[in-house]
């Protein structure tokens, strides 16, 4: 067990941040497989203090019972405290604020936000400080290991000594995006080094890859992302070996045709068919990666899925064919 501020936290597995892909909808029906705390896509102070209503259903989602932080984004304190305040006069039941301080995308960082802020350590303490003034409500960050200098331990000080309540660090710098093997080795005993809990991310696609950053960094959990795109039952994996020590198999082809189908209801829930299906293009095809015979089927689904309908029938003759259902 541990804290994130006033919360106790009984596991090790947090739902990362994904633009584009974690919506309501997928945090939702992940959440289901053990999440403990879940962060939402990134969401711009912008967007809130112009009171944009695309950027507004960001932080509207209705509360469930896992902790759900709002990810904001933005390189000046004062915009990003008026933001948590927009944000919790549209949401007041947000648990807590995670402050984007790793993306590397140039239009984020072109704006000085993002991975940009770990230019000047100063900044990023500046910005908890201020957001801590406005809210009671737990705030971390998100950095990485630094935007063009490795200078994360100088950005973990400066947030600690403003008060930050968690820190979550990706393993990799501005310029390795999201390939590579992350630097697992720089962090090694680095939650030693530091007051407040740490969750690290980066390549979590095994209960092993779970153990071994965790064990290598001291941390209190592991960020779920990629390693959980089409394959929610990492999660249980992950959350069942830190209780229990029982490995559990990996879900079987069934069970991934299952999997699949109710994370496109929860998405179409939320999102309506055509903007699920949409972006379940992406998606569907990482359901069925590794098995055997399903390259026809990744291929269509990546092309060709509009409905749910289709993408039923799609699954219903791949199952026929390779499973005799
Ligand atoms: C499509 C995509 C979108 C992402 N969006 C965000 C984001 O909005 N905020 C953030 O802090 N990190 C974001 N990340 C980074 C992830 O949270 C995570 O730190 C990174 O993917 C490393 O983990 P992995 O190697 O296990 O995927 C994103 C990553 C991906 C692949």
Not at 55 to 63: A, H, L, M
Not at 208 to 230: C, F, H, Q, T
Not at 267 to 274: A, H, P, R, T, Y
Request: proline share 4%; charged share 25%; hydrophobic share 40%.
């Amino acid at each position: 067990m541990w804290k994130l501020g006033k919360y106790t936290i009984k596991g090790k597995v947090v739902l990362a941040p994904m633009a584009g892909i974690t919506s309501a909808g997928y945090r939702r029906y992940l959440n289901c497989f053990g999440v403990d705390i879940a962060v939402t896509e990134m969401v711009s102070d912008m967007g809130l203090i112009y009171e944009n209503k695309e950027t507004e259903t960001y932080v509207k989602y209705q509360k469930d019972e896992t902790l759900t932080g709002v990810q904001l984004f933005g390189s000046k304190p004062e915009n990003l405290s008026k933001a948590v305040l927009k944000a919790l006069a549209l949401n007041p039941e947000i648990d807590f604020f995670d402050i984007n301080m790793g993306c590397p995308a140039p239009k984020v960082t072109k704006t000085g936000a993002g991975s940009a802020l770990m230019v000047d350590p100063v900044i990023c303490g500046d910005i908890i400080r201020a957001i801590k003034q406005v809210t009671d409500k737990p705030v971390t960050a998100k950095i990485r290991l630094g935007y063009n200098e490795i200078n994360f331990i100088e950005v973990i000080k400066q947030l600690e000594s403003a008060g930050v309540d968690a820190i979550a660090i990706h393993a990799r710098t501005r310029k390795e995006l999201y390939s590579g093997e992350p630097h697992y080795d720089l962090l090694k005993d680095l939650r030693k080094k530091m007051s407040v809990p740490l969750i690290v991310s980066g390549n979590i696609y095994t209960v092993e890859d779970a153990i071994r950053a965790l064990e290598n960094s001291g941390a209190e959990a592991v960020m779920v992302a990629r390693g959980g795109m089409g394959n929610p039952f990492l999660i249980t994996q992950i959350k069942t070996y830190f209780e229990t020590g029982e490995r559990l198999p990996d879900p079987s082809l069934l069970e991934q045709c299952d999997y699949c189908l109710a994370l496109a209801r929860s998405m179409i829930l939320e999102k309506g068919e055509l903007t699920a299906m949409r972006i379940y293009r992406t998606l569907a095809p990482k359901f069925f990666s590794g098995f055997a015979h399903s390259k026809t089927l990744r291929k269509m689904l990546a092309t060709s899925l509009t409905t749910y309908d289709s993408l039923e029938k799609m699954i219903a003759q791949f199952k026929k064919d390779n499973l005799n259902t």
